[in-house]
């Protein structure tokens, strides 16, 4: 099962329009310090953006507007809400996620969650709607 995972996030890249893109996750690290998500953009082009994304606590209750949303797990345990749909993932876990749905992660594990995040059309952060209030703004942003 996690190689039929590892073969569809292979399929899913090379849809992803990026030339000379090869996805070596040891290469990519999360700063030494970062409040509970870190968020690395790994490729993207008008029609999907791809994320690298770590979380050591929680992602609040959100959903997207316009976006559907491809996630696979590569470290740690979490419990994932995504509608009505409550279950434990981890790694080698995939999850489809359709637009104007409502989801929400808490980590298990000592570790970070660990997930590549696929998201359909371009991401622009316009479309996230919180579900839940937020009290600071706990994620990290690179673009390297």
Partial sequence: MRSLSL????CMVMLVGATDFYFDENKWQPPAVFDNIHVQKLTEDSLSSTF???????VLLHMHQYH????LVLEGKAE?????????????DFMTIPKNT???VKVLSSDPLK??????????GKDRML???VFN????FSND
């Fill in 7 to 10: 073969i569809l996030l292979l």
């Fill in 52 to 58: 690298l994304i770590w979380v050591k606590k929680e």
């Fill in 68 to 71: 559907t949303e491809h996630v």
């Fill in 80 to 92: 994932m809400v995504i509608g009505s749909d409550e279950r434990i993932i981890k790694p080698g």
């Fill in 102 to 104: 409502p989801h929400r």
């Fill in 115 to 124: 997930v590549i995040s696929i998201q359909s059309p371009k991401f622009l």
């Fill in 131 to 133: 579900m839940e209030p």
């Fill in 137 to 140: 703004d706990d994620v990290s």
